[in-house]
């Protein structure tokens, strides 16, 4: 064991009030890392919150845990973890009051070293992949129910294993949570496939505005789109992957309303030798190579056409 990984261990096990928390909007690998590492936690015997600041969207309600998961954070703590999160501001409000995390366990490429230990694998495909690569040796048993939700974690973050740097020890490693007891078929359909009636509304609208041009392919969801649909996240509800998807432009993206002033907007390259990590960089958010977001302030509008510039030059 090297020794970061022997300091988190030993971080782990001399703690008493873990507080766990993850980025704004969770995804599966969010939502599948922190209860993870919560239930391990509170089988060794410890007290564990899991405090996510936009809670925990209905689509993941299944996961075995969720009844765990809170706004916000009570009480004190020897010890506060990040996963999942690459910088701090991403956390939202969950750490409000409370000092920077102890331990930052993590997979993106942009991701800032922001706790005091730091345990970044930018070349794992999921957070969820960190965790199952090293619970073991920190002296945590993978049970059926965190088994749950690290696959989910991987299957989401790898779109069901075809993203690119979808690995052999991935495939392993899902293996092996089936071994401990992970329902593959349910969870990937459930994380993946399954969409509500309201998503599909939601998801025509934002199919419906579809653009392409210069190489880029762009679809907009507005909050008024978001109200006709009666959805009531705060995001695209996954529907880059289906724009994505579409055959003739090198980058997709996503633009969401969030108010007059908020826009969110997600890239994805879907080409190998494009990095939309540096143009979300570039707007003050972060990613991977082939997937990257931000939350940019003005109106949808105006951030769609400084976006839509930018984007155009890194392929020129
Ligand atoms: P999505 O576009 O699906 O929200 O996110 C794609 C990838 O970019 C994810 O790995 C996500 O964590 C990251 N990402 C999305 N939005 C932001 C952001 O505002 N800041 C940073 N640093 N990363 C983001
Ligand atoms: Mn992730």
């Known amino acids: 064991?090297?020794?970061?990984?022997?300091?988190?261990?030993?971080r782990l096990q001399a703690a008493q009030h873990v507080l766990i928390t993850s980025h704004v909007r969770p995804d599966g690998d969010a939502i599948g890392s922190s209860l993870a590492l919560a239930l391990a936690l509170l089988d060794a015997g410890k007290q564990v919150q899991v405090v996510l600041s936009d809670g925990i969207p209905a689509s993941f309600k299944y996961l075995p845990g969720t009844e765990i998961i809170r706004t916000k954070a009570d009480g004190e703590f020897d010890l506060i973890i990040?996963?999942?999160?690459?910088?701090?501001?991403?956390?939202?409000?969950?750490?409000?009051?409370?000092?920077?995390?102890?331990?930052?366990?993590?997979?993106?490429?942009?991701?800032?070293?922001?706790?005091?230990?730091?345990?970044?694998?930018?070349?794992?495909?999921a957070t969820a992949?960190?965790?199952?690569?090293?619970?073991?040796?920190?002296?945590?048993?993978?049970?059926?129910?965190?088994a749950a939700n690290l696959i989910t974690g991987l299957v989401t973050d790898t779109l069901g294993f075809r993203t690119s740097n979808t690995t052999p020890?991935?495939?392993?490693?899902?293996?092996?949570?089936?071994?401990?007891?992970?329902?593959?078929?349910?969870?990937?359909?459930?994380?993946?496939?399954?969409?509500?009636?309201?998503?599909a509304k939601y998801w025509g609208a934002g199919l419906s505005s579809l653009e392409c041009a210069?190489?880029?392919?762009w679809a907009t969801l507005t909050l008024a789109d978001r109200k006709a649909s009666g959805y009531n996240g705060k995001d695209d509800a996954d529907l880059i992957n289906i724009v994505s998807s579409i055959d003739g432009a090198e980058i997709a993206?996503?633009?969401?309303?969030?108010?007059?002033e908020k826009t969110k907007v997600s890239w994805r390259a879907l080409k190998p030798n494009i990095d939309v990590s540096q143009v979300a960089l570039r707007f003050g958010g972060g990613g991977h190579k082939a997937a990257s977001g931000a939350e940019l302030s003005g109106n949808l509008v105006e951030v769609r056409e400084r976006v839509l510039a930018a984007t155009r030059e890194i392929l020129n």
């Open 82 to 125: 990040s996963v999942d999160c690459s910088d701090l501001k991403r956390v939202g409000d969950a750490l409000n009051a409370y000092h920077a995390p102890d331990i930052v366990i993590d997979h993106h490429v942009t991701t800032e070293a922001f706790g005091i230990l730091n345990l970044i694998e930018p070349e794992a495909v």
């Open 129 to 146: 992949s960190v965790l199952t690569r090293h619970m073991k040796e920190w002296g945590l048993a993978i049970t059926a129910p965190m």
């Open 214 to 217: 210069d190489g880029v392919i």
């Open 169 to 199: 020890e991935v495939l392993r490693q899902a293996a092996d949570l089936m071994e401990l007891g992970a329902d593959l078929s349910t969870f990937y359909y459930r994380s993946l496939v399954q969409r509500t009636f309201v998503e």
């Open 1 to 10: 064991m090297n020794d970061l990984q022997k300091k988190i261990k030993s």
């Open 253 to 260: 993206i996503m633009f969401v309303e969030q108010s007059v």
